[in-house]
């Protein structure tokens, strides 16, 4: 396979589970009620543990009272728990209830299951390939991750001064 047919079958194969990953998060999100960004919330809590508001607002790319807002919805919805740190009172610590991370974790099994039907699909030779190429692929995406730009900084850089892309 040439180097521009795997980068070919590479950006299929993201636009695939792009595209299923978005429906089934869609389907669930508004299965429980939420919002796209509350999901969000919630799977930065769930990755991190523990948050602040400002570190939200951030992530989030929105204003603090934006944030604190939906973390407000979260916290009545018994999703999310807010508490004060012991020596100043100022300084809120947010994690996931139990349920607000039941709730991720099935949407999180959901998207498993699919992955899992694809994998019995294959033989076991096939699952030896894969196995083998996606480890490169891991490795290669590590080492981007440690210090290399990505993409996304590159064309940023490549347009430093443009709007969107295009030249004002």
Same mark, same amino acid.
């Given at each position: 396979?040439?180097?521009? *047919? ?15 990953? #978005? &429906?089934?998060? =869609?389907?669930? $999100? *508004?299965?429980?009620?939420?919002? #796209?960004?509350? /999901? ?18 951030? /992530?989030?790319? $929105? ?24 020596? +100043?009172?100022?300084? @809120? ?15 999180? =099994? ?5 992955? +899992? ?14 196995? &083998?190429?996606?480890?490169?692929? =891991? ?8 210090? @290399? @730009? ?7 850089? @490549? ?6 892309? /295009?030249?004002?």
């Amino acid at each position: 396979m040439t180097s521009s *047919k795997l980068k070919a079958t590479i950006h299929q194969l993201m636009d695939v589970i792009t595209t299923r990953s #978005i &429906q089934e998060r =869609a389907y669930h $999100v *508004k299965a429980a009620g939420l919002s #796209i960004p509350q /999901f969000g919330i919630l799977m930065h809590l769930y990755y991190h543990n523990t948050s602040g508001v400002s570190l939200i607002s951030e /992530f989030m790319d $929105v204003s603090t009272a934006a944030a604190s807002q939906m973390v407000d919805r979260l916290v009545q919805n018994g999703l999310v728990e807010r508490t004060e740190e012991p020596n +100043d009172r100022r300084v @809120k610590h947010l994690t996931l209830t139990n349920e607000g991370r039941v709730l991720i974790e099935t949407g999180l =099994a959901t998207r498993h299951i699919w992955v +899992d039907a694809v994998v019995e699909r294959l033989t076991p030779q096939e699952c030896r390939q894969v196995e &083998q190429g996606l480890d490169i692929l =891991a490795r290669s995406l590590e080492q981007i991750q440690e210090g @290399k @730009k990505s993409q996304v900084e590159k064309l940023n850089n @490549k347009n430093e001064g443009t709007a969107h892309g /295009f030249q004002e």
